[in-house]
C-alpha cells in the first residue's frame, strides 16, 4: 500500500512519520503530482497559517490536485481548516471541498488558542472505530470550523465545535492525531484501513 504525505510549506511532516512508523507504515513524502494522485492514502498535514498555506499549495498547483482526489484524504489540523471553503484568518479562500467557513475563536473568558488536551465527542465514522467516547487528543488552533452535518466528532471549547469531518472521501481532524498518544494511533490505524 502506497502512503503519500503532501509535501508543501505548512507541514508538521516529521512528527507525522514517526507517528506512522510506530503503527508500522511507512509514507512518502512528496509534491510530485503523479505520486500524490496514484497514492493508496494521502495525508494532508498542516500547522501554521492558512493563507500562507495555501499561496505555497498554488505556486505548486497543488490546490487542483488535491480536489481531484478519489482515494481516502486526510487533513489535520490547518490541513483540515484547507479543505473547507473560506478561512477568516487573513481572509482566505481555502480549497472548497467542504462548503464550510473557518472561524476564529473569539473569547474573553477562554485563552485563545487553544492549546492541550480536549475531549472528543459524538463520534459517528469508521475513523473513530475503536475511540470510546470522550477520549482525549491533542489541539493546538486558534480557527475551528462550526458544527454542519458533516461533522462527524464534536470538542467544546469557546462553544461546540467539529474536531473531525467527513464527505465522500475527504477526511479531517482539527487536532494533531500524530501527537494524541494511542487514540491518535488508533485513529491514523483506522484511516490506513479505509
Known amino acids: 500500500m502506497k502512503i503519500v504525505i503532501i509535501k508543501y510549506n505548512a ?11 510506530r503503527i508500522g507504515v511507512y509514507a ?3 509534491a ?34 488535491i480536489q481531484s482526489l478519489k482515494q ?3 487533513g489535520i489540523c490547518v490541513g483540515m481548516q484547507l479543505l473547507c471553503k ?3 484568518e487573513n481572509n ?3 480549497l472548497g471541498i467542504f462548503n464550510e467557513p473557518v472561524k ?24 473513530l472505530n475503536g475511540i470510546d467516547e470522550n477520549s482525549y487528543c491533542y489541539f493546538v488552533h486558534s480557527y475551528y470550523v462550526p458544527l454542519n ?26 487536532f494533531h492525531a500524530e501527537k494524541s498518544a494511542h487514540v491518535g494511533e488508533q485513529i491514523l490505524k483506522n484511516f490506513i484501513q479505509l
Request: charged share 15%.
Open 11 to 21: 507541514g508538521n511532516i516529521q512528527s507525522v512519520l514517526f507517528a506512522l512508523e
Open 28 to 30: 512518502t513524502v512528496t
Open 32 to 65: 510530485n503530482h503523479e505520486e500524490i494522485a496514484s497514492a493508496d492514502k494521502v495525508i494532508f498535514p498542516g500547522v501554521g497559517e492558512a493563507n500562507s498555506a495555501m499561496n505555497s499549495l498554488k505556486e505548486n498547483n497543488l490546490n487542483y490536485v
Open 72 to 74: 481516502p484524504v486526510l
Open 86 to 88: 473560506y478561512s477568516e
Open 92 to 94: 482566505t479562500e481555502c
Open 104 to 127: 476564529k475563536f473569539n473569547s474573553d473568558i477562554f485563552k485563545v488558542p487553544q492549546i492541550g488536551w480536549n475531549n472528543i465527542y459524538d463520534l459517528q465514522s469508521p475513523l
Open 149 to 174: 452535518k458533516h461533522a462527524i466528532a464534536t470538542a467544546n471549547y469557546v462553544q461546540p465545535y467539529a474536531a473531525a469531518i467527513c464527505k465522500n472521501n475527504f477526511y479531517g481532524v482539527q
